[in-house]
């Protein structure tokens, strides 16, 4: 998830859309082939804006508060 400057105006702007679900999940980083990764520009530029664990666990929990189908997933949206 990329840092979000007002976590409770883009739940209530998500929820307004009725989703059935919604994923996040922190950057991921695998040297394995066939894998999701995140790039390590993108990494440095997170790095930068101060975007790590813990801002992203504290963003995590604001969404949550408006999104009850709120799902903190590496897999995203799997086989059905």
């Not at 530029?45 to 995590?60: L, M, P, S």
Request: positive net charge.
């Amino acid at each position: 998830m990329l840092p979000i400057e007002n976590p409770a105006a883009f739940a209530k702007r998500i929820a307004a859309l009725k989703p059935f679900a919604v994923a996040m999940c922190h950057f991921q980083h695998s040297d394995r082939p066939f894998v999701s990764t995140t790039r390590a520009d993108a990494l440095l530029i997170a790095k930068q804006f101060g975007w790590d664990e813990r801002e992203y666990e504290k963003t995590r929990a604001e969404l949550k508060r408006h999104l009850a189908d709120l799902v903190n997933t590496e897999r995203g949206f799997g086989p059905a």
